[in-house]
């Protein structure tokens, strides 16, 4: 065991001693770093400035079972198997392109959205929609599925409804 040990600090030691030539030298002057302000967006309030009642009038649904609220959005779920649910979530100095392409990998095709002047997009498939707009280096993002039977209204229309109200209220 003891000379593994050494073979292995004697390896360690060798590598380190390697290099440090003048190649590392001109590497180092080559790195250059590059920083970008960040301007946050807008402020959309907690839920997106939505109201519970206004969640559910845009659904045309009942009354929602759990509804969470914490620091990065708001989720409404209704009670028992196959009604709506919705979800809301806000993301500062994040890439709107990441949640696009993640949507577009997992087979829901995005179309290109604007909202009051804001780009976005928006992904449907069947019973769920996921709709985002940008705002600088910002973007809010509404999720709508209906998980069982026929939605009481296509869930990109709900979500366009509800994202415009956001866009609406913003601050």
């Known amino acids: ?27 180092s ?5 590059t920083t970008t302000a960040y301007e946050p967006g807008p402020f959309f309030g907690e839920c997106g ?8 009038s845009a659904f045309g649904a009942g009354p929602f079972g ?3 609220r914490n620091s990065v959005g708001c989720q409404w779920e209704t009670v028992g ?3 709506p ?15 696009r392409a993640g949507s577009e990998l997992i ?7 604007e909202i009051d002047g804001n780009p976005g997009f928006e992904a449907e498939q069947g019973t769920l929609c996921e709709l985002g707009v940008q705002f600088g280096d910002d973007f809010f993002h509404w999720s ?8 009481a209204r296509p869930p990109c229309d709900v979500a366009n409804e509800l994202a415009k109200l956001t866009v609406e209220r913003k601050q």
């Not at 400035?49 to 559910?56: F, K, L, N, Y």
């Not at 709508?144 to 939605?151: F, L």
Request: proline share 4%; charged share 20%.
């Open 1 to 27: 065991m003891k000379r593994v040990v050494l073979a292995i600090t004697a390896v360690a030691a060798l590598v380190a001693g390697c290099g440090g030539g003048e190649n590392d030298a001109a590497s």
């Open 29 to 33: 002057e080559e790195v250059t770093t």
């Open 49 to 56: 400035s939505i109201t519970d009642a206004e969640v559910q």
């Open 66 to 68: 759990q509804i969470t």
């Open 81 to 83: 198997f196959g009604g």
């Open 85 to 99: 649910g919705v979800s809301f979530s806000w993301y500062r100095g994040s890439p709107i392109g990441r949640e």
């Open 107 to 113: 087979g829901r095709p995005a179309d290109d959205i």
């Open 144 to 151: 709508i599925t209906y998980s069982d039977g026929p939605a």
